[in-house]
């Protein structure tokens, strides 16, 4: 079975789960996707939205985004 999203487009650990980018924050993964259906983003973070409904994140760390403030 093809993948439908060509590897290209999603280069190996660049992004990464929901529950992932929760833990890096220390959140609850219900934390971030709540931020994500109230505000559209997390901490300025949008997903991916895979075709099965899954979301794949940026895999950013806080010092990163800390940085960028």
Not at 21 to 48: E, Y
Not at 54 to 66: F, H, K, M, N
Request: proline share 10%.
């Amino acid at each position: 079975m093809k993948d439908r999203l060509p590897k290209q487009d999603i280069p190996p650990k660049q992004y990464i789960s929901t529950n992932d980018i929760a833990a890096r924050f220390g959140v609850k993964g219900d934390t971030v996707r709540r931020n994500l259906c109230t505000q559209g983003h997390f901490l300025g973070l949008k997903p991916l939205k895979l075709p099965n409904g899954r979301l794949l994140w940026p895999a950013v760390s806080p010092d990163q985004i800390a940085a960028e403030a």
